[in-house]
């Protein structure tokens, strides 16, 4: 039985969906006005990872991503610019443009990490009368009003506002930054409807029944989830940590608001990605995207294998000597899956291994040290080819294809390594032995084995 944390409950609970064994699921996809950075691309492989194990138990998954291309402020607080406008200025390129720019950057990713695209893909602006039909819904049962700014859910209304962080209403307002849009009611009140600034023309709006302007992100995802998916109460809705308790809460709210039904069983949200311990930022420069993990010869499934070293729900710390060290266990496990032939009946008592692992709440860590215990093992080739297979449709990392991938993965070597390499072979040019055997005594401490062939120098990771 699949057991996952639910944010709703807190708490691990057994996995029914409603209409078993069909399970819908929404995930909140990417706003393209940016590069997607290995952060966001931890918390998409993370979901490829839940899909993957409920097709693993035999769940028929259809799953819906939306793409932000419109009404995605700066702000959680209804202020700010959008981000898609403002993405346009930076790159001095269109808001239509650079939505598709930044759409293939995603899945320009997302293949390379080897993550299935959604069954339903939906971008905001295609679903803009849908979203007004949504907000008119909410006008006619009162959960609505208008103010200069736009037209606003009224949270007060909502009795179970909050209900996801745990955090009621009353507490909410206590704690939230003070920067007002004037003319809201309360602190939570959030946009449905944001109209177009007097005297400023917009790249994107729309013209509605309440003005001219263009919807608030959070009323994209509770429209294209529900038509999307075809049911007003879902099974399960993924994202972020950071999407709790703005975006989800709010999503909850106008969809209960409007269909007067739970809006999703199963809340499941991924943790953050931090790189050497610090938040990824522009100042910090360590913002990292997975084209820039291979342009410095990694394989981009060997971030893969790293991100599965971390459960989903714990904080991520993302270094490049972790990640060199990714690359050599994934080599590894390739060196020796390419070795086994002739698949025939795995191996049952790992295959249960595997699949409790995974049942459990997706401890990924386990599942591979499971899959290296089978290696290690004494069955026969036959059976761990038959079983690694198997296991490979959850793990993702090309297992089937070892033969042709053990030649393309290279060992990275750091460059301080190099260059003692390099220091090292000029010595051994000129004679000085000695001294090029120091050199090999320091790559050594560095944790490198260096072998002369005829063909150059072989490094090995001790
Ligand atoms: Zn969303």
């Known amino acids: ?232 109460t879902l099974d399960i809705h993924t994202g972020g940590i950071d999407h709790i308790a703005i975006h989800h809460t709010n999503e909850i709210a106008q969809s209960e608001g409007a269909t007067g039904r739970q809006f999703v069983k199963y809340w499941v949200h991924h943790n953050f990605l931090h790189v050497d311990g610090a938040k990824m930022s522009k100042s910090i420069g360590n913002i990292f995207t997975v084209e820039e993990v291979v342009r410095r010869g990694f394989d981009p499934l060997a971030l893969r294998y790293l991100y599965l070293q971390t459960h989903y729900r714990q904080e991520m710390n993302f270094t490049w000597d972790a990640l060199e060290g990714a690359q050599i266990a994934y080599k590894r496990l390739i060196d020796e899956v390419s070795k086994f032939k002739n698949p025939k009946i795995g191996c049952a008592e790992f295959e249960g291994k595997f699949l409790d692992a995974i049942n459990d709440d997706l401890n990924m860590a386990k599942a591979l040290s499971v899959v290296w215990d089978l290696i290690k093992s004494d069955y026969p080739d036959s059976a761990k080819a038959e079983s690694i297979l198997k296991m490979n449709q959850v793990l993702g990392l090309d297992l089937e294809k070892a033969k042709e991938k053990k030649k393309k993965i290279k060992i990275v070597v750091p460059q301080e390594v190099q260059i003692l390499i390099e220091e090292r072979n000029k010595l051994r040019k000129q004679g000085s032995y000695t001294q090029a055997d120091h050199i090999r005594n320091k790559i050594k401490k560095l944790g490198f084995n260096i072998k002369d062939t005829k063909k150059g120098v072989i490094v090995e990771k001790i």
């Open 1 to 232: 039985m699949l057991k996952i944390y639910n944010t709703l409950t807190r708490k691990v609970e057994d996995f029914k969906p409603l209409n078993p064994p069909v399970v819908n699921m929404y995930t909140c996809g990417p706003t393209v006005y940016d590069y997607q950075h290995i952060g966001h691309m931890r918390r998409y492989v993370g979901d490829d990872i839940l899909v993957r194990t409920l097709d693993f138990n035999n769940f028929k998954v259809k799953q819906v991503m939306n793409i932000t291309d419109v009404g995605h402020l700066t702000s959680d607080s209804d202020t700010g610019e959008d981000k898609m406008e403002k993405g346009a200025r930076k790159f001095g390129m269109s808001v239509w443009d650079i939505a598709k720019k930044f759409e293939k950057q995603f899945f320009d990713s997302a293949r390379a990490l080897n993550i299935r695209k959604p069954d339903i893909l939906m971008h905001a602006t295609d679903y803009i009368k849908e979203q007004i039909v949504f907000i008119q819904t909410l006008e006619k049962k009162g959960f609505t009003y208008k103010i200069d700014d736009g037209v606003y859910f009224d949270a007060s209304k909502f009795p179970d506002y909050g209900i996801l962080t745990g955090q009621r209403s009353e507490e909410l307002k206590k704690g939230a930054r003070v920067e007002f849009v004037k003319g809201k009611r309360n602190v939570t009140d959030f946009a449905l409807w944001k109209f177009s600034p007097k005297g400023e023309k917009r790249q994107m709006e729309w013209e509605s029944p309440f003005g001219l302007g263009f919807p608030g992100w959070h009323i994209e995802c509770s429209t294209m989830a529900i038509k999307g998916l075809d049911t007003e």
